[in-house]
């Protein structure tokens, strides 16, 4: 299976916890982006890297998340101290994207299955 | 501030008719658009997109269309089959005219129903 996976797919935790997530990207996808949903809405943009840099950050992306890529392959997402506001479904996509190339790139991202969150 | 908006929650249509599920966008610097689909527990499903120098785009049973003067696209599925019946999202990205494409801003997602 050459699709993004993301580990764990479902995860519950207790208000003040730290939790990480992974996800591995299509491999020669150069782009990865975190997105978060809540029941009853589209998925809703977190951050984005291109290669190991981070190229930019939602203001939904409090100072108790952070997000890293740093061989430009996999990413883990982190959440210090949860709350219950937390609880979503963390959703990874990339992409391949040619900078540069001006409307010959298809932004197509591929979405993984997801990561579920419960804060209780 | 929504800026793509899908204002039908939930469509309902018999297998063999056409399903038509429509989307709003108020950003101009919007350039391409994109159709997922969903199914309970799962991920969205990139289904077909269109950028802006398009006004329309057919992959088999889908089609959409793109009116950037009204900011408005549609989804068209013809015939609709019971294996459709999921959520769809409309998504939208800028900067693809400048060979960049970047996040991409989705819609509430409307339900469809495919009935025997």
């Known amino acids: 299976d050459t699709g993004v996976s993301q580990d764990p797919r479902h995860k519950i935790t207790k208000r003040g916890q730290n939790v990480t997530f992974r996800c591995d990207p299509i491999s020669e996808h150069n782009r990865l982006y975190w997105y978060r949903q809540t029941l009853g809405q589209g998925p809703e943009f977190l951050t984005y890297f291109q290669n190991e840099a981070q190229l930019e950050k939602s203001r939904l992306l409090s100072d108790r998340f952070s997000a890293e890529r740093p061989k430009g392959s996999f990413s883990t997402l982190e959440i210090q101290r949860t709350e219950q506001g937390d609880s979503a479904m963390y959703l990874c996509a990339s992409s391949l994207v040619i900078a540069g190339r001006a409307g010959t790139v298809k932004n197509i991202q591929y979405f993984g299955a997801g990561t579920r969150l419960s804060v209780l | 501030d929504q800026q793509v908006k899908q204002n039908s929650p939930s469509l309902s249509v018999q297998e063999g008719r056409i399903s038509i599920l429509n989307c709003d966008y108020t950003?101009?610097?919007?350039?391409?658009f994109l159709w997922y689909k969903k199914y309970p527990a799962e991920g969205p499903t990139f289904l077909i997109s269109i950028s802006s120098i398009k006004d329309k785009n057919e992959d088999g049973r889908f089609t959409v269309f793109l009116n950037k003067s009204a900011k408005h696209l549609s989804l068209h599925i013809v015939p609709s089959q019971p294996g459709d019946s999921a959520v769809y999202f409309c998504?939208?990205?800028?900067?693809?005219?400048?060979?960049?494409?970047?996040?991409?801003?989705f819609g509430t997602g409307t339900q469809l129903k495919v009935e025997l």
């Open positions: 998504a939208a990205s800028g900067f693809w005219l400048t060979g960049g494409g970047n996040k991409l801003t």
């Open positions: 950003n101009s610097m919007f350039d391409y």
